[in-house]
């Protein structure tokens, strides 16, 4: 194997020139944070109509729209793709990016381990970088936590994490299993998987799983789960996520003999940039102890942060192969609480 040399950016390299496929409300969103990064521009836009696209293209200002992905991918007004799609859809097309030379975001989740491996494995085999779009992690706060966490030997233990939302209109794309199979395991339960492995054991192989699924009567889609998952460093992540809940959950606790932490929305920030959690110390948390609370504050956002990584992703290839890697070991995690988990294997077949 040969080892391209890292390279100093230049001081004001150009922006990513960025193509969308899909318009939905995420496309939509994430248009407006490329729209306020330096690091990026939206070029072009693409929807099996063409009003969808010419639509979303005037409303967030790209440049060109076009009715078929395929010819988006040929273009060479565009450098990387964003693939907000649903979760069926979403193979095909991020190879596709890939084959063409362009650099690949995907949202999350994927199909399944195998299917997101090919993905990777297109990247990789054209020199272009791949990244899924989990904001949180590229939020300081995350690095700031762990930063905290590398300081204290044999802690923490545990984390528990909740991502629990009220989502009870079936005509929503996520109640359609033929498009989103994963349903809330994969819609909110990839971030329960994904802080298990930025907090708890980034290095760690799985040794145990045990998970309950919960299925909606009329679609048979997959309305809420939990469970636990042991790993090999004898830390133990327990999780919940749904979208049948009286209220909004998106809280995280990370605790031990040491301390604890605990953040009430683990995968976002305050208006700002700015995210917050709050420490305890010893392992003590009297109720009318309110901890030590921490702020970390940011320029930009987490999924303006993630643009600006992408884009020195795309420039670096020594950067990329972290980035391919924290998502299949996401993915793993997704495939192993929804099928099982075989502790001689290791991994899991494609479902």
Known sequence: MTRIPSRKPPANPPP?????????????????????????????????????????ARAHGADEAFDSWQRMLAWDGVDAVYVATPTALREEICVAAGAAGKHVLGEKPFASLPSLQRITAACRGNGVAFMDATHFVHHPRTAHIQAHLEGMKDWPRL???????????????????????LGALGDLGWYNMRAALEYLAPDSAVRSVSTRLRHDEPTG???AGEGSIAFDNDTVSTWRCGFDADTVSIDLTLSGSRGRIHMENFVGEEEGGTASYRYWANGNRAREDAGTAVRVDSPQS???LMFRNFAADARDPTLREQRMHAAERTQALLD???VGFDPVKGSQQEP
């Open 16 to 56: 990513l020139r960025w193509g969308f496929v899909g318009t939905g409300n995420i496309a939509g969103w994430m248009a407006d944070v490329v729209n306020r990064s330096p690091s990026a521009e939206l070029a072009a836009v693409a929807s099996r109509r063409m009003e969808t696209a010419s639509a979303f």
């Open 221 to 223: 889609v997959i309305v």
């Open 302 to 304: 987490g999924s303006a």
């Open 159 to 181: 984390l528990d994490s909740s991502f629990l939302i009220g989502l009870t209109d079936r005509d929503d794309i996520r109640y359609d299993p033929a498009l989103e199979p």
């Open 336 to 338: 192993a609480v929804r």
